[in-house]
Every structure is written in structure tokens, then in C-alpha cells.
């Protein structure tokens, strides 16, 4: 199968700009944006699951990457994606649809900066619990053990996250160009 597309795979502590990050780029790429945050409120609005939801939000979301990916379609797969496991799930979904796989971590560098977007954010899903400073400060998450984009949004707009993410991509020649 001959196709364009790429899973890029975007992760981080919340309230790093994953989210606004994935958005724009999926908007200025054309490409599928699937939020783990989303499919997981999903489940808990249907009465199969509670928050915290565990691993059924991330293997939906690999189905659905997956099914999109051999559409030939590129989906950028946003989500915490704290453990190495996650990780390692993400590259097999791309293995098995047979593109390539980016990943790329979002990080605030500026504790004051982090711990203000993290207090002062709203839900943009509804119902979706939103963790507070103390919860985001204390979340399990492992260090990356391979090689990744490492995005620091600190003291930078949106748009200027997305243009230095742009640019990384841009010299791994993946994406169709703009």
C-alpha cells in the first residue's frame, strides 16, 4: 500500500499545550486529530467506565489510529502518554499500517508558567475532569528512553510551538509539503 501517511504522536503532562498544539497542526496539515481525553470522557458518558478510565481509552484510540492510518489518512494521536507501554503501542500501530511514526513529546520548561496554564485552563470536554497542579506534579510519567522531538512551549505562543514543530517535521521529510 502505497500511502503519505504518518502517525505523529503527541505527549506530555497536561497542561504543557498538547491539545492546542495537535489542533493546529492537524489544521494545517489535513490530517485526523484523535484525543485520547475525548474517547475516554466518551466511554464514561456511555456507563462503561469511571476516571480514572485506564488503558480501554488508549487501545480505542489505537484502532482508530490505525484504521485511519490504512485510509491513508495521517492522524496526529494526542494523549498523555506517560509509560513507555503507550509508547511502544503507539510505534506498533504504526508498524502494523505500515507508516511512519513520529514522536514527540510537549513539555512547559517554566514551572510558574506550567503550574499557571494547568490552574487557569477550562473544559473543553464536558464533564471531563481536569487534574489540579498537585495531581499533574505527582502523575507517574517515565523518562523517553528513545530518540523524540522534544517540544518546549514555554514562553512561546501557539502559533510559534506549531512553527517550531513544523520545522522539526519538515527536516525528517515526512509530511506532504506545504
Same mark, same amino acid.
Given at each position: 500500500?502505497?500511502?503519505?501517511?504518518? +502517525?505523529?504522536?503527541?505527549?506530555?503532562?497536561?497542561? =504543557?499545550?498538547? %491539545?492546542?498544539?495537535?489542533?493546529?497542526?492537524?489544521?494545517?496539515?489535513?490530517?485526523?486529530?484523535?484525543?485520547?481525553?475525548?474517547?475516554?470522557?466518551?466511554?464514561?458518558?456511555?456507563?462503561?467506565? #469511571?476516571?480514572? $478510565?485506564?488503558?480501554?481509552?488508549?487501545?480505542?484510540?489505537?484502532?482508530?489510529?490505525?484504521?485511519?492510518?490504512?485510509?491513508?489518512? =495521517? $492522524?496526529?494521536?494526542?494523549?498523555?502518554?506517560?509509560?513507555?507501554? =503507550?509508547?511502544?503501542?503507539?510505534?506498533?500501530?504504526?508498524?502494523?499500517?505500515?507508516?511512519? $511514526? $513520529?514522536?514527540?513529546?510537549?513539555?512547559?520548561?517554566?514551572?510558574?508558567?506550567? #503550574?499557571? #496554564?494547568? %490552574?487557569?485552563?477550562?473544559?473543553?470536554?464536558?464533564?471531563?475532569?481536569?487534574?489540579?497542579?498537585?495531581?499533574?506534579?505527582? #502523575?507517574?510519567?517515565?523518562?523517553?528512553?528513545?530518540?523524540?522531538?522534544?517540544?518546549?512551549?514555554?514562553?512561546?505562543?501557539?502559533?510559534?510551538?506549531?512553527?517550531?514543530?513544523?520545522?522539526?517535521?519538515?527536516?525528517?521529510? +515526512?509530511?506532504?509539503?506545504?
Amino acid at each position: 500500500m502505497l500511502s503519505n501517511a504518518v +502517525l505523529v504522536v503527541i505527549g506530555g503532562l497536561p497542561g =504543557t499545550g498538547k %491539545t492546542t498544539l495537535s489542533r493546529l497542526l492537524a489544521a494545517r496539515i489535513g490530517a485526523v486529530h484523535l484525543r485520547v481525553d475525548t474517547i475516554e470522557q466518551a466511554l464514561v458518558r456511555s456507563g462503561l467506565a #469511571r476516571h480514572p $478510565v485506564g488503558p480501554a481509552g488508549y487501545v480505542v484510540g489505537y484502532a482508530l489510529a490505525e484504521e485511519h492510518l490504512r485510509q491513508g489518512l =495521517t $492522524v496526529i494521536a494526542e494523549s498523555v502518554n506517560p509509560l513507555a507501554v =503507550t509508547r511502544d503501542s503507539w510505534r506498533d500501530v504504526g508498524a502494523r499500517a505500515g507508516v511512519p $511514526v $513520529v514522536e514527540v513529546e510537549v513539555i512547559c520548561s517554566d514551572p510558574a508558567e506550567h #503550574r499557571q #496554564r494547568v %490552574t487557569s485552563r477550562s473544559v473543553d470536554i464536558p464533564d471531563l475532569p481536569l487534574p489540579d497542579w498537585q495531581q499533574v506534579r505527582r #502523575r507517574d510519567y517515565e523518562p523517553w528512553s528513545r530518540d523524540h522531538i522534544t517540544l518546549d512551549t514555554a514562553g512561546d505562543r501557539p502559533r510559534e510551538s506549531l512553527n517550531s514543530l513544523l520545522h522539526h517535521l519538515d527536516r525528517l521529510q +515526512l509530511l506532504p509539503r506545504r
